[in-house]
């Protein structure tokens, strides 16, 4: 069946530091990912999108990279300050991408220490 | 621009009782999604709609759930009878026309089901 996986473990990291979070998926090759943001008590706020076809994409301080052979996108932040804390969300298109349907990972908490 | 907008915030109420959730998309947008966020199980999709019409009800966990898109700018899900395992956060979100749009969340309604 298709599978997610994203760090379970919360990222600890200092400010001014790289954060790399890791989304890894099996049995399925989807049309593209994207990256959500998620602040406690609120829904989840996209980021950056990358399709399947494309390397890498930068927005400001965030790069995502997508390899369909290893099945993994990760996700960075450079210069990481402490508003950057917050749970940080991969989704997946399905195969055939014309439906819109999103399926989500569980999420990976990141922690920015001043 | 207004964002999705969830009624209620918060809803507590005693098992066998009927909920009822409201979402009011984004003008303009034409697809409608609901999901389910628990500890343990993440974001689930429940049910999506384009242009007002159900596409895929597969994720209603069962019967007790129901959903309606009476018009572009209204939806409701509601649970006849709830049960107490239905205590989780539920989250609107809508998006415009094109599979890579991105989705727009609401704030989500938590429901505590006694």
């Known amino acids: 069946s298709q599978k997610i996986e994203q760090n379970s473990e919360a990222l600890n990291i200092q400010e001014g530091k790289t954060a790399t979070l890791t989304c890894n998926y099996t049995n399925y090759s989807p049309a593209y990912l994207q990256w959500y943001r998620q602040d406690p008590g609120r829904g989840p706020v996209f980021l950056l999108l990358?399709?399947?076809?494309?390397k890498e994409k930068r927005k400001e301080r965030l790069k995502v990279t997508f390899d369909t052979t290893l099945k993994q996108s990760l996700f960075h932040i450079t210069a990481s300050q402490p508003a950057d804390s917050a749970t940080y969300l991969c989704a997946l298109s399905s195969e055939s991408s014309n439906t819109g349907k999103l399926i989500f990972g569980q999420g990976t908490t990141l922690q920015v220490k001043p | 621009d207004a964002g999705v907008i969830q009624s209620p915030r918060h809803e507590v109420t005693e098992m066998g009782q009927e909920v009822t959730l409201r979402c009011k998309p984004i003008s303009g947008h034409n697809s409608l999604f609901w999901y389910r966020q628990t500890m343990m199980r993440g974001l689930e999709l429940l049910i999506y709609?384009?242009?007002?019409?159900?596409?895929?009800d597969s994720g209603m966990p069962e019967d007790r759930f129901s959903a309606k898109m009476p018009n572009a700018s209204f939806s409701t899900l509601k649970i006849q009878p709830s049960e107490p395992r239905d205590s989780a956060v539920y989250f609107c979100a809508s998006k415009r026309q094109g599979d890579s749009q991105p989705q727009h969340f609401g704030d989500g309604t938590r429901l505590s089901i006694l």
């Open positions: 990358i399709r399947e076809n494309e």
């Open positions: 709609f384009n242009n007002n019409v159900p596409i895929d």
